[in-house]
Protein backbone atom coordinates (compact mmCIF):
# COMPACT_ATOMS: atom_id res chain seq x y z
CA UNK A 1 0.00 0.00 0.00
CA UNK A 2 2.83 2.19 0.70
CA UNK A 3 3.78 2.04 -3.03
CA UNK A 4 0.50 3.22 -4.53
CA UNK A 5 -0.15 0.33 -6.28
CA UNK A 6 -3.26 -1.86 -6.07
CA UNK A 7 -2.13 -5.55 -4.94
CA UNK A 8 -3.90 -7.11 -8.58
CA UNK A 9 -0.77 -5.17 -10.32
CA UNK A 10 2.18 -5.28 -8.13
CA UNK A 11 1.23 -9.13 -8.07
CA UNK A 12 1.25 -9.01 -11.72
CA UNK A 13 4.26 -7.14 -12.12
CA UNK A 14 6.30 -9.21 -9.58
CA UNK A 15 5.19 -12.45 -11.77
CA UNK A 16 6.41 -10.27 -14.83
CA UNK A 17 9.51 -9.27 -12.52
CA UNK A 18 10.30 -13.07 -12.39
CA UNK A 19 9.22 -13.87 -9.55
CA UNK A 20 7.57 -17.01 -9.31
CA UNK A 21 4.35 -18.24 -7.03
CA UNK A 22 3.90 -15.04 -4.79
CA UNK A 23 1.05 -14.89 -2.44
CA UNK A 24 0.10 -11.15 -1.54
CA UNK A 25 0.23 -12.04 2.13
CA UNK A 26 3.58 -13.39 1.43
CA UNK A 27 6.73 -12.28 3.72
CA UNK A 28 9.36 -11.70 1.26
CA UNK A 29 13.03 -12.06 1.78
CA UNK A 30 15.61 -8.98 2.09
CA UNK A 31 17.30 -9.65 -1.39
CA UNK A 32 13.98 -10.31 -3.21
CA UNK A 33 12.22 -7.16 -1.49
CA UNK A 34 15.41 -5.18 -2.15
CA UNK A 35 14.85 -5.50 -5.56
CA UNK A 36 10.93 -4.83 -5.78
CA UNK A 37 11.53 -1.70 -4.19
CA UNK A 38 14.28 -1.18 -6.78
CA UNK A 39 12.28 -1.23 -9.63
CA UNK A 40 9.55 0.94 -7.90
CA UNK A 41 12.05 3.29 -7.74
CA UNK A 42 12.73 3.35 -3.93
CA UNK A 43 16.30 3.18 -2.17
CA UNK A 44 15.91 0.12 -0.63
CA UNK A 45 16.90 -0.39 3.47
CA UNK A 46 17.45 -3.17 4.45
CA UNK A 47 18.46 -4.95 7.79
CA UNK A 48 21.44 -5.95 6.77
CA UNK A 49 23.42 -6.38 9.46
CA UNK A 50 22.12 -9.97 11.56
CA UNK A 51 25.24 -9.38 13.77
CA UNK A 52 25.45 -13.13 14.57
CA UNK A 53 29.06 -13.39 13.95
CA UNK A 54 29.09 -10.45 17.00
CA UNK A 55 27.24 -12.51 19.44
CA UNK A 56 28.77 -14.22 22.23
CA UNK A 57 29.23 -17.76 21.76
CA UNK A 58 26.87 -20.14 22.97
CA UNK A 59 28.10 -21.49 26.45
CA UNK A 60 29.15 -25.43 26.31
CA UNK A 61 27.84 -28.21 27.60
CA UNK A 62 29.08 -29.61 30.60
CA UNK A 63 30.81 -32.62 28.95
CA UNK A 64 32.67 -30.09 26.85
CA UNK A 65 33.55 -27.91 29.11
CA UNK A 66 35.52 -30.22 31.17
CA UNK A 67 38.30 -30.95 28.74
CA UNK A 68 38.68 -27.24 28.60
CA UNK A 69 42.03 -25.52 29.89
CA UNK A 70 41.13 -24.07 34.08
CA UNK A 71 41.38 -20.41 34.11
CA UNK A 72 42.16 -17.89 37.17
CA UNK A 73 39.60 -16.91 39.02
CA UNK A 74 38.66 -13.30 39.19
CA UNK A 75 38.16 -11.89 42.92
CA UNK A 76 36.36 -8.76 43.86
CA UNK A 77 36.44 -6.72 47.07
CA UNK A 78 33.92 -6.11 48.88
CA UNK A 79 32.69 -4.41 52.61
CA UNK A 80 32.67 -1.27 54.51
CA UNK A 81 34.30 1.79 53.84
CA UNK A 82 37.66 2.32 56.03
CA UNK A 83 37.41 -1.67 56.09
CA UNK A 84 40.46 -1.60 54.40
CA UNK A 85 39.61 -2.69 50.59
CA UNK A 86 42.01 -0.57 49.39
CA UNK A 87 45.10 -1.42 51.41
CA UNK A 88 44.52 -5.46 50.65
CA UNK A 89 44.65 -4.50 46.98
CA UNK A 90 47.63 -1.95 47.20
CA UNK A 91 49.61 -5.22 49.68
CA UNK A 92 48.36 -7.38 46.97
CA UNK A 93 49.17 -5.37 43.76
CA UNK A 94 53.21 -4.58 45.32
CA UNK A 95 53.41 -8.63 45.39
CA UNK A 96 52.31 -9.03 42.23
CA UNK A 97 54.63 -6.33 40.53
CA UNK A 98 57.51 -7.58 43.06
CA UNK A 99 56.99 -10.65 41.40
CA UNK A 100 56.91 -9.40 37.67
CA UNK A 101 59.54 -9.21 35.53
CA UNK A 102 59.30 -5.19 35.08
CA UNK A 103 59.24 -4.64 38.85
CA UNK A 104 58.49 -1.02 38.23
CA UNK A 105 55.47 1.30 38.18
CA UNK A 106 52.41 0.10 38.59
CA UNK A 107 49.09 1.08 36.18
CA UNK A 108 45.72 1.18 37.57
CA UNK A 109 44.36 -0.20 34.84
CA UNK A 110 40.76 -1.62 36.92
CA UNK A 111 42.53 -5.52 37.06
CA UNK A 112 45.11 -6.77 37.87
CA UNK A 113 46.94 -10.87 38.24
CA UNK A 114 48.65 -12.25 40.80
CA UNK A 115 50.96 -14.83 40.35
CA UNK A 116 50.79 -17.47 43.10
CA UNK A 117 54.39 -19.38 44.28
CA UNK A 118 52.32 -22.29 43.09
CA UNK A 119 52.00 -20.91 39.77
CA UNK A 120 48.73 -20.39 39.66
CA UNK A 121 47.56 -17.21 39.31
CA UNK A 122 44.16 -14.64 40.48
CA UNK A 123 42.65 -11.82 39.16
CA UNK A 124 41.66 -9.09 41.36
CA UNK A 125 39.23 -6.44 39.76
CA UNK A 126 40.86 -3.48 41.58
CA UNK A 127 38.36 -1.14 41.68
CA UNK A 128 37.62 -1.52 45.03
CA UNK A 129 33.58 -0.94 46.01
CA UNK A 130 30.11 -1.91 45.05
CA UNK A 131 30.00 0.19 42.35
CA UNK A 132 31.79 -1.53 39.88
CA UNK A 133 30.24 -4.85 40.52
CA UNK A 134 27.01 -3.20 40.54
CA UNK A 135 27.28 -1.67 36.99
CA UNK A 136 28.58 -4.65 35.76
CA UNK A 137 25.54 -7.04 36.82
CA UNK A 138 23.02 -4.29 35.99
CA UNK A 139 24.02 -5.42 32.30
CA UNK A 140 23.92 -9.45 33.43
CA UNK A 141 27.15 -9.52 33.23
CA UNK A 142 28.92 -11.49 36.57
CA UNK A 143 32.26 -10.66 35.72
CA UNK A 144 33.53 -12.20 39.19
CA UNK A 145 33.68 -15.23 40.19
CA UNK A 146 34.33 -14.71 44.36
CA UNK A 147 33.62 -11.59 46.38
CA UNK A 148 36.11 -11.25 49.21
CA UNK A 149 33.99 -9.59 52.04
CA UNK A 150 36.50 -7.36 53.82
CA UNK A 151 34.99 -6.77 57.56
CA UNK A 152 37.42 -5.02 60.06
CA UNK A 153 38.33 -6.65 63.45
CA UNK A 154 37.94 -3.85 65.18
CA UNK A 155 34.29 -2.30 63.35
CA UNK A 156 32.18 -5.83 61.99
CA UNK A 157 29.59 -5.81 60.39
CA UNK A 158 27.92 -2.31 59.24
CA UNK A 159 25.63 -1.05 56.62
CA UNK A 160 28.12 -1.89 53.35
CA UNK A 161 28.77 -4.68 54.95
CA UNK A 162 25.19 -6.28 55.24
CA UNK A 163 24.43 -4.47 51.25
CA UNK A 164 27.56 -6.63 50.14
CA UNK A 165 26.28 -9.82 51.77
CA UNK A 166 23.36 -9.50 49.68
CA UNK A 167 24.57 -8.26 46.44
CA UNK A 168 26.94 -11.22 46.33
CA UNK A 169 24.12 -13.66 47.38
CA UNK A 170 21.98 -12.11 44.87
CA UNK A 171 24.26 -12.69 42.07
CA UNK A 172 25.33 -16.35 43.34
CA UNK A 173 29.05 -15.59 44.09
CA UNK A 174 30.67 -17.77 46.60
CA UNK A 175 31.87 -15.62 49.92
CA UNK A 176 35.49 -15.47 51.40
CA UNK A 177 35.40 -13.30 54.46
CA UNK A 178 38.39 -11.74 55.54
CA UNK A 179 38.66 -10.11 58.74
CA UNK A 180 41.05 -7.50 58.41
CA UNK A 181 43.36 -5.28 61.18
CA UNK A 182 43.30 -8.50 62.66
CA UNK A 183 47.05 -6.39 63.85
CA UNK A 184 45.00 -4.03 66.38
CA UNK A 185 45.01 -4.80 69.95
CA UNK A 186 41.00 -3.87 69.90
CA UNK A 187 40.77 -6.56 67.36
CA UNK A 188 37.45 -8.95 67.78
CA UNK A 189 37.34 -11.33 64.93
CA UNK A 190 35.32 -13.73 67.12
CA UNK A 191 32.45 -11.21 67.18
CA UNK A 192 32.50 -10.11 63.62
CA UNK A 193 32.35 -13.78 62.92
CA UNK A 194 29.20 -14.09 65.53
CA UNK A 195 27.60 -10.67 63.51
CA UNK A 196 28.41 -12.57 60.42
CA UNK A 197 26.16 -15.65 61.31
CA UNK A 198 23.61 -13.27 62.91
CA UNK A 199 23.12 -12.11 59.17
CA UNK A 200 22.85 -15.39 57.69
CA UNK A 201 26.38 -16.10 56.12
CA UNK A 202 26.96 -19.13 57.08
CA UNK A 203 30.53 -19.58 57.96
CA UNK A 204 32.82 -22.71 58.65
CA UNK A 205 33.56 -21.75 61.95
CA UNK A 206 29.54 -22.98 62.44
CA UNK A 207 29.28 -25.47 60.15
CA UNK A 208 28.43 -23.63 56.88
CA UNK A 209 30.91 -23.25 53.68
CA UNK A 210 31.92 -19.66 53.60
CA UNK A 211 35.86 -19.65 54.63
CA UNK A 212 36.83 -17.14 57.27
CA UNK A 213 40.65 -16.24 56.89
CA UNK A 214 42.22 -13.47 59.59
CA UNK A 215 44.68 -10.57 57.81
CA UNK A 216 46.02 -7.75 58.07
CA UNK A 217 46.39 -5.47 55.32
CA UNK A 218 48.85 -3.65 56.61
CA UNK A 219 51.34 -6.44 57.81
CA UNK A 220 50.42 -8.26 55.68
CA UNK A 221 49.37 -11.09 58.11
CA UNK A 222 47.13 -14.32 56.88
CA UNK A 223 47.70 -12.81 52.80
CA UNK A 224 49.45 -15.89 52.10
CA UNK A 225 46.46 -17.99 53.67
CA UNK A 226 43.77 -15.50 51.79
CA UNK A 227 45.27 -16.31 48.54
CA UNK A 228 45.18 -20.10 49.38
CA UNK A 229 41.60 -20.01 50.02
CA UNK A 230 40.80 -18.44 46.87
CA UNK A 231 42.42 -20.94 45.24
CA UNK A 232 40.38 -23.74 46.90
CA UNK A 233 37.21 -22.43 46.24
CA UNK A 234 38.45 -21.93 42.79
CA UNK A 235 39.49 -25.44 43.01
CA UNK A 236 35.39 -26.49 44.30
CA UNK A 237 33.85 -23.96 41.11
CA UNK A 238 36.38 -25.44 38.32
CA UNK A 239 36.48 -22.49 36.04
CA UNK A 240 37.72 -23.48 32.58
CA UNK A 241 37.52 -21.09 29.20
CA UNK A 242 38.41 -21.91 25.66
CA UNK A 243 41.64 -20.71 25.06
CA UNK A 244 40.47 -20.44 21.20
CA UNK A 245 38.47 -19.38 18.82
CA UNK A 246 36.91 -15.81 18.54
CA UNK A 247 38.55 -14.13 21.74
CA UNK A 248 35.41 -12.30 24.17
CA UNK A 249 36.21 -9.76 26.98
CA UNK A 250 34.52 -7.75 29.22
CA UNK A 251 35.59 -4.22 29.07
CA UNK A 252 36.39 -2.94 33.02
CA UNK A 253 37.13 0.55 32.12
CA UNK A 254 37.98 2.94 29.20
CA UNK A 255 40.44 6.18 29.54
CA UNK A 256 42.44 8.28 27.11
CA UNK A 257 46.48 8.25 27.49
CA UNK A 258 49.34 9.71 25.78
CA UNK A 259 49.29 6.88 23.40
CA UNK A 260 45.75 6.98 22.77
CA UNK A 261 42.06 5.38 23.35
CA UNK A 262 42.77 2.49 25.82
CA UNK A 263 40.36 0.28 27.66
CA UNK A 264 40.85 -2.68 29.80
CA UNK A 265 39.33 -5.83 28.82
CA UNK A 266 39.21 -9.04 31.21
CA UNK A 267 39.29 -11.82 28.38
CA UNK A 268 36.22 -14.39 29.12
CA UNK A 269 37.43 -16.53 26.27
CA UNK A 270 39.34 -17.51 23.64
CA UNK A 271 42.81 -15.81 23.58
CA UNK A 272 43.75 -11.90 22.25
CA UNK A 273 46.73 -10.96 19.97
CA UNK A 274 47.83 -7.93 18.94
CA UNK A 275 46.31 -7.26 15.58
CA UNK A 276 43.28 -8.83 16.47
CA UNK A 277 39.60 -6.73 15.81
CA UNK A 278 37.58 -5.93 18.58
CA UNK A 279 33.79 -4.50 18.51
CA UNK A 280 32.46 -3.33 21.70
CA UNK A 281 29.33 -1.54 21.68
CA UNK A 282 29.65 1.23 18.42
CA UNK A 283 33.38 1.41 18.36
CA UNK A 284 35.73 -1.14 17.36
CA UNK A 285 40.07 -1.28 17.73
CA UNK A 286 42.25 -3.25 16.06
CA UNK A 287 44.92 -4.37 18.84
CA UNK A 288 47.88 -2.17 18.61
CA UNK A 289 49.64 -3.05 21.81
CA UNK A 290 48.63 -5.15 25.01
CA UNK A 291 49.35 -4.33 28.34
CA UNK A 292 49.32 -5.61 31.97
CA UNK A 293 49.08 -3.47 34.80
CA UNK A 294 52.49 -3.72 35.72
CA UNK A 295 53.78 -1.98 32.14
CA UNK A 296 54.75 -5.68 30.41
CA UNK A 297 54.36 -5.73 26.81
CA UNK A 298 52.50 -8.53 26.12
CA UNK A 299 51.70 -10.47 22.95
CA UNK A 300 48.38 -12.43 24.12
CA UNK A 301 46.40 -12.34 26.56
CA UNK A 302 43.86 -15.37 27.59
CA UNK A 303 40.77 -16.19 30.05
CA UNK A 304 40.57 -14.77 33.03
CA UNK A 305 43.75 -12.33 32.05
CA UNK A 306 43.42 -8.26 32.17
CA UNK A 307 44.90 -6.43 29.56
CA UNK A 308 44.95 -2.97 28.58
CA UNK A 309 44.26 -2.53 25.11
CA UNK A 310 44.94 0.51 23.09
CA UNK A 311 43.96 1.34 18.95
CA UNK A 312 39.99 2.13 19.90
CA UNK A 313 38.70 4.61 17.38
CA UNK A 314 35.96 5.53 20.47
CA UNK A 315 36.28 4.51 24.42
CA UNK A 316 34.16 1.67 24.71
CA UNK A 317 31.61 2.00 27.52
CA UNK A 318 32.74 0.03 30.77
CA UNK A 319 30.60 -3.15 31.42
CA UNK A 320 30.48 -3.63 27.16
CA UNK A 321 30.86 -7.27 25.66
CA UNK A 322 34.27 -7.00 23.35
CA UNK A 323 33.76 -9.38 20.51
CA UNK A 324 36.69 -10.24 17.69
CA UNK A 325 35.40 -9.18 14.21
CA UNK A 326 37.04 -11.14 11.15
CA UNK A 327 38.31 -8.02 9.95
CA UNK A 328 38.90 -4.10 9.63
CA UNK A 329 35.73 -4.03 7.33
CA UNK A 330 33.51 -6.22 9.33
CA UNK A 331 33.92 -4.11 12.57
CA UNK A 332 33.13 -1.21 10.30
CA UNK A 333 29.96 -2.03 9.47
CA UNK A 334 28.85 -3.27 12.42
CA UNK A 335 29.43 -0.03 14.29
CA UNK A 336 27.83 2.08 11.26
CA UNK A 337 24.83 -0.37 11.71
CA UNK A 338 24.47 0.03 15.31
CA UNK A 339 24.75 4.02 15.29
CA UNK A 340 22.33 3.53 12.57
CA UNK A 341 20.06 1.36 14.99
CA UNK A 342 20.70 3.81 17.82
CA UNK A 343 19.58 6.55 15.60
CA UNK A 344 16.62 5.20 13.71
CA UNK A 345 15.47 4.07 17.46
CA UNK A 346 16.40 7.61 18.91
CA UNK A 347 14.08 9.09 16.20
CA UNK A 348 11.31 6.95 16.76
CA UNK A 349 11.48 7.88 20.58
CA UNK A 350 11.45 11.57 19.53
CA UNK A 351 8.15 10.94 16.93
CA UNK A 352 6.53 9.51 20.09
CA UNK A 353 7.57 11.96 22.43
CA UNK A 354 6.54 15.18 19.81
CA UNK A 355 3.22 13.04 19.55
CA UNK A 356 2.81 12.28 22.87
CA UNK A 357 3.30 16.67 23.49
CA UNK A 358 0.90 16.80 20.74
CA UNK A 359 -1.41 14.26 22.32
CA UNK A 360 -1.40 16.98 25.43
CA UNK A 361 -1.62 20.28 23.75
CA UNK A 362 -4.61 19.32 22.39
CA UNK A 363 -6.05 18.06 25.58
CA UNK A 364 -5.36 21.49 27.09
CA UNK A 365 -6.95 22.83 24.35
CA UNK A 366 -9.79 21.18 24.61
CA UNK A 367 -9.93 21.66 28.15
CA UNK A 368 -9.39 25.62 27.76
CA UNK A 369 -12.35 25.64 25.31
CA UNK A 370 -14.68 23.87 27.60
CA UNK A 371 -13.56 25.79 30.45
CA UNK A 372 -14.44 29.16 28.94
CA UNK A 373 -17.65 27.08 27.55
CA UNK A 374 -18.60 26.66 31.18
CA UNK A 375 -17.65 30.64 32.12
CA UNK A 376 -19.96 31.67 29.88
CA UNK A 377 -22.86 29.62 30.63
CA UNK A 378 -22.29 30.53 34.00
CA UNK A 379 -22.66 34.10 33.30
CA UNK A 380 -25.37 33.90 30.96
CA UNK A 381 -26.74 30.93 33.16
CA UNK A 382 -27.10 32.63 36.60
CA UNK A 383 -29.56 35.36 36.57
CA UNK A 384 -29.17 37.93 38.98
CA UNK A 385 -32.45 39.66 40.22
CA UNK A 386 -31.42 43.30 41.55
CA UNK A 387 -33.63 44.68 44.34
CA UNK A 388 -34.80 47.55 46.45
CA UNK A 389 -36.34 47.00 49.35
CA UNK A 390 -38.43 49.88 51.08
CA UNK A 391 -40.27 48.93 54.52
CA UNK A 392 -42.15 50.83 57.54
CA UNK A 393 -39.39 50.75 59.99
CA UNK A 394 -35.80 49.21 59.32
CA UNK A 395 -36.46 46.18 61.60
CA UNK A 396 -39.22 45.33 58.87
CA UNK A 397 -36.36 46.19 56.17
CA UNK A 398 -34.04 43.84 57.84
CA UNK A 399 -36.59 41.28 58.46
CA UNK A 400 -36.79 41.40 54.49
CA UNK A 401 -33.83 41.57 53.46
CA UNK A 402 -33.44 38.36 55.97
CA UNK A 403 -36.13 36.36 54.10
CA UNK A 404 -34.89 37.23 50.20
CA UNK A 405 -31.36 36.31 51.12
CA UNK A 406 -32.20 32.84 51.72
CA UNK A 407 -33.71 32.64 48.23
CA UNK A 408 -32.25 31.81 44.93
CA UNK A 409 -30.05 29.17 43.71
CA UNK A 410 -27.69 28.30 41.11
CA UNK A 411 -29.76 29.61 38.32
CA UNK A 412 -31.90 32.67 39.77
CA UNK A 413 -30.27 34.93 42.31
CA UNK A 414 -31.18 38.12 44.28
CA UNK A 415 -29.23 40.50 44.53
CA UNK A 416 -30.12 43.83 47.42
CA UNK A 417 -28.92 46.85 45.71
CA UNK A 418 -30.63 49.03 48.60
CA UNK A 419 -32.69 48.64 51.74
CA UNK A 420 -34.17 51.94 53.51
CA UNK A 421 -37.56 52.78 55.86
CA UNK A 422 -40.08 55.07 54.06
CA UNK A 423 -42.33 55.29 51.40
CA UNK A 424 -40.79 54.39 47.49
CA UNK A 425 -40.15 57.40 46.06
CA UNK A 426 -39.37 58.24 42.06
CA UNK A 427 -35.57 58.27 42.80
CA UNK A 428 -36.23 54.71 43.77
CA UNK A 429 -37.72 53.89 41.00
CA UNK A 430 -35.38 55.57 38.80
CA UNK A 431 -32.33 53.34 40.37
CA UNK A 432 -35.08 50.06 39.78
CA UNK A 433 -35.36 50.92 36.22
CA UNK A 434 -31.48 51.41 35.77
CA UNK A 435 -30.15 48.26 37.05
CA UNK A 436 -32.88 46.36 35.73
CA UNK A 437 -34.41 45.16 38.91
CA UNK A 438 -37.53 44.97 40.87
CA UNK A 439 -38.58 47.04 44.10
CA UNK A 440 -40.11 45.43 47.27
CA UNK A 441 -42.63 46.61 49.61
CA UNK A 442 -43.27 45.78 53.14
CA UNK A 443 -45.84 47.36 55.19
CA UNK A 444 -45.37 50.51 53.03
CA UNK A 445 -47.97 50.48 50.49
CA UNK A 446 -47.26 53.04 47.22
CA UNK A 447 -48.94 56.00 46.73
CA UNK A 448 -50.82 55.86 43.27
CA UNK A 449 -48.73 58.90 42.04
CA UNK A 450 -45.86 56.47 42.32
CA UNK A 451 -47.97 53.08 41.05
CA UNK A 452 -48.10 55.54 37.98
CA UNK A 453 -45.17 56.04 37.83
CA UNK A 454 -43.25 52.67 38.14
CA UNK A 455 -45.57 51.35 35.28
CA UNK A 456 -44.70 53.96 32.90
CA UNK A 457 -40.80 53.62 33.88
CA UNK A 458 -42.05 49.66 33.29
CA UNK A 459 -40.69 48.47 37.29
CA UNK A 460 -42.66 46.49 39.01
CA UNK A 461 -43.58 46.77 42.38
CA UNK A 462 -44.30 43.89 44.88
CA UNK A 463 -45.91 45.02 47.77
CA UNK A 464 -47.34 43.20 50.37
CA UNK A 465 -48.20 43.42 54.26
CA UNK A 466 -47.92 39.72 54.92
CA UNK A 467 -44.13 38.68 54.88
CA UNK A 468 -44.99 34.92 53.62
CA UNK A 469 -47.21 36.29 51.06
CA UNK A 470 -43.88 38.64 49.71
CA UNK A 471 -42.11 35.48 49.96
CA UNK A 472 -44.41 33.71 48.04
CA UNK A 473 -44.66 36.53 45.45
CA UNK A 474 -40.46 36.69 45.24
CA UNK A 475 -40.34 32.71 44.88
CA UNK A 476 -42.76 33.30 41.66
CA UNK A 477 -40.65 36.09 40.41
CA UNK A 478 -37.35 33.81 40.33
CA UNK A 479 -38.88 31.11 38.97
CA UNK A 480 -40.27 33.25 36.21
CA UNK A 481 -36.67 34.19 35.41
CA UNK A 482 -35.31 30.05 35.48
CA UNK A 483 -33.91 29.69 32.04
CA UNK A 484 -36.31 27.73 29.53
CA UNK A 485 -35.78 23.94 29.99
CA UNK A 486 -34.08 22.75 26.84
P1 LIG B 1 38.58 1.21 52.33
O1 LIG B 1 37.71 2.42 52.48
O2 LIG B 1 37.80 -0.04 52.63
O3 LIG B 1 39.28 1.12 51.02
O4 LIG B 1 39.67 1.29 53.49
P2 LIG B 1 41.21 1.71 53.39
O5 LIG B 1 41.99 0.63 52.75
O6 LIG B 1 41.28 3.06 52.80
O7 LIG B 1 41.58 1.72 54.91
C1 LIG B 1 41.03 2.61 55.83
C2 LIG B 1 41.98 2.90 56.96
O8 LIG B 1 42.26 1.71 57.67
C3 LIG B 1 43.32 3.42 56.48
O9 LIG B 1 43.75 4.44 57.37
C4 LIG B 1 44.23 2.23 56.53
O10 LIG B 1 45.56 2.60 56.78
C5 LIG B 1 43.66 1.47 57.70
N1 LIG B 1 43.89 0.03 57.58
C6 LIG B 1 43.56 -0.73 56.52
N2 LIG B 1 43.89 -2.01 56.73
C7 LIG B 1 44.47 -2.05 57.95
C8 LIG B 1 45.02 -3.11 58.76
O11 LIG B 1 45.06 -4.27 58.40
N3 LIG B 1 45.52 -2.75 59.97
C9 LIG B 1 45.48 -1.48 60.43
N4 LIG B 1 45.96 -1.24 61.63
N5 LIG B 1 44.97 -0.48 59.71
C10 LIG B 1 44.47 -0.75 58.49
Not at 158 to 187: F, G, L, R, S
Not at 235 to 258: F, H, N, Y
Not at 446 to 463: L, M
Request: aromatic share 4%; with cysteine; net charge negative.
Amino acid sequence: TMLKVPVERFMGQIRNMGFEGVAYDQVLNSEDAGLIAAEYGFEPIVDRDTGKDLLPRPDVTPEERAALPPRPPVVTIMGHVDHGKTTLLDYLRKSAVAEGEHGGITQHIGAFSVKLESGKTITFLDTPGHAAFLSMRERGATVTDIVILVVAADDSVMPQTIEAIKHAKAANVPIIVAVNKCDKPDADPERVKLDLARHNVEIEDFGGDVPVVLVSGKTGLGMAEMEETIMAVSEVLDMRAEETGQAEGWVLEASTKKRGRVATVLVRRGTLRVGDILVAGTTWAKVRTLQDHAGNTLESAGPGQPVEVDGWRENPEAGALAIQAADEGRAREAVDYRLEKIERVKAMEDMEVVNEQRRLQKIAREKEVELEREKKFQKKGVKVLPLIIKADVQGSVEAVINQVAALGNDLVQTKIIRGAAGAVSEFDVDHAEAADGYIITFNSTPSPDITNYARKKGVTIISSTIIYRLVDDLKLLLESHLPPII
